[in-house]
């Protein structure tokens, strides 16, 4: 059962424009979520991620929104830029459940110039 | 600063045989977990050890088992392999299991490519 859902598969978007990666959740005991980038051939690579005490956090041109309410949380990019077109996985956990992490199937972003 | 390295990075099997896959984690990792990524399931969490012991294991069947030596490098097995264990077997490492809220970033190796024929 999917406890972590990213419903696009896929999105286009132009150089320079905002990026919205979107991840709904199921699980509301979940506290801790993160984002993690994926180029193909190499394993993920962290990005940013969000404690449940936080409706954001902002990292650069990386900004994740969590609304708890709403079991929903999202990966702001601005500027887009062509080396962001990778495969972008969110995950959630417990924070007592160490690094037992519940990944999204992954959005593929690419940004065209 | 060396990476998480895996080994095989692929390899290919058949039905009913066994597989060991290896990882070396960064050096001063002590938090080792193990990852299936599959294009139906998307990335599923295998097991955690940590200082040689299993702390958490994800909802797979007793088929797959892993260890974590002395050193943290940490090995996977899948006995009696089927079909649907083709996929790509990710392992990450971690400095520690609780890092008080503070990101606790998993940094995963290239994966080993596993094919069951």
């Known amino acids: 059962d999917q406890q972590v859902k990213q419903n696009s598969p896929s999105l286009s978007v132009q150089e320079g424009r905002i990026s919205i990666l979107n991840c709904d959740y199921t699980?509301?005991?979940?506290?801790?979520f993160l984002w993690y980038k994926k180029y193909p051939a190499e394993g993920p690579t962290f990005l940013i991620s969000?404690?449940?005490?936080?409706d954001k956090n902002e990292d650069g041109r990386f900004t994740v929104f969590l609304n708890k309410s709403a079991k929903h949380l999202s990966l702001h990019i601005v500027p887009s830029q062509p080396g962001d077109s990778a495969v972008y996985f969110c995950a959630a956990t417990l924070s007592n459940s160490g690094y037992a992490l519940n990944f999204g199937k992954g959005t593929s972003l690419l940004v065209t110039p | 600063k060396a990476g998480v390295t895996q080994t095989p990075r692929y390899l290919i099997k058949t039905r009913g045989q066994q597989v060991t896959l290896s990882c070396s984690p960064i050096?001063?990792?002590?938090?080792v977990s193990w990852y299936q990524q599959t294009p139906g399931q998307g990335l599923q969490f295998l097991f955690e050890y940590f200082s040689e012991t299993q702390r958490n294991k994800g909802n797979f069947p007793g088929r797959f088992s892993g260890r974590q030596f002395s050193n943290s490098r940490s090995e996977m097995n899948v006995s009696t392999l089927e079909l649907g264990d083709s996929a790509l077997y990710l392992c990450?490492?971690?400095?520690?299991?609780?890092?008080?809220?503070?990101?606790?970033?998993?940094?995963f190796g290239e994966g080993s490519r596993l094919t069951v024929l």
């Open positions: 050096s001063g990792h002590r938090s």
């Open positions: 969000i404690s449940s005490i936080k």
């Open positions: 990450a490492s971690s400095l520690s299991f609780l890092a008080g809220g503070v990101a606790r970033e998993l940094f």
């Open positions: 699980n509301s005991m979940f506290d801790y």
